[in-house]
T-cell receptor
């Protein structure tokens, strides 16, 4: 069945460092892909999405490109801030339902 | 501002108790979902509903049931709580598939079963 794999966390970075969180998926066809973020004590919220191959989603300085050749949707940010500390979930849309990865916890130190 | 609310942020229950988790959304969404979130496992779908009085099993429905009597409200029921149901429970809602695929989540209920 459809599945999403993310890099193991936690990831700890210093402020202004470059961030990459890897995400790969297994699915039939070409599903829409998403990154959701969960800040401490809150529910998940949409960070960015891409609906077809080679699309780039972007928001709040984060970017991810839909790569069908490598079935990947890696999340990147050029300069992280302390306020980016959160858990990041990669997900795909399977019909009406989402399939989520296990999440990657990011801690950014001042 | 769109909102999904859950009845409790923290809940402590004893083994064998019947537990109700309530979720309400104010966006007139047709689709509603219940997930549990566990470390290293991410979000796993328990049940979902595409319409009032309609329900479908997700990936891990065992030990749970749901109720959707009104469009805005989706309840998760643990008929006889067990310690392995200690978890974070997240409710979500969205419109059916289309260009607006975003799913909106509530803040979660952290349930501890003793």
């Amino acid at each position: 069945g459809d599945s999403v794999t993310q890099m193991e966390g936690p990831v700890t970075l210093s402020e202004e460092a470059f961030l990459t969180i890897n995400c790969t998926y297994t699915a039939t066809g070409y599903p829409s892909l998403f990154w959701y973020v969960q800040y401490p004590g809150e529910g998940l919220q949409l960070l960015l999405k891409a609906t077809k191959a080679d699309d780039k989603g972007s928001n709040k300085g984060f970017e991810a490109t839909y790569r069908k050749e490598t079935t990947s949707f890696h999340l990147e940010k050029g300069s992280v801030q302390v306020s980016d500390s959160a858990v990041y979930f990669c997900a795909l849309l399977r019909g009406q339902n989402f399939v989520f990865g296990p999440g990657t916890r990011l801690s950014v130190l001042p | 501002d769109v909102k999904v609310t859950q009845s409790s942020r923290y809940l402590v229950k004893r083994t064998g108790e019947k537990v109700f988790l309530e979720c309400v959304q104010d966006m007139d969404h047709e689709n509603m979902f219940w997930y549990r979130q566990d470390p290293g496992l991410g979000l796993r779908l328990i049940y979902f509903s595409y319409d009032v009085k309609m329900k479908e099993k997700g990936d891990i429905p065992e030990g749970y049931s749901v109720s959707r009597e009104k469009k805005e409200r989706f309840s998760l029921i643990l008929e006889s709580a067990s310690t392995n149901q200690t978890s974070m429970y997240l409710c979500a809602s969205r419109t059916p598939s289309g260009i607006y695929n975003e799913q909106f989540f509530g803040p979660g209920t952290r349930l501890t079963v003793l």
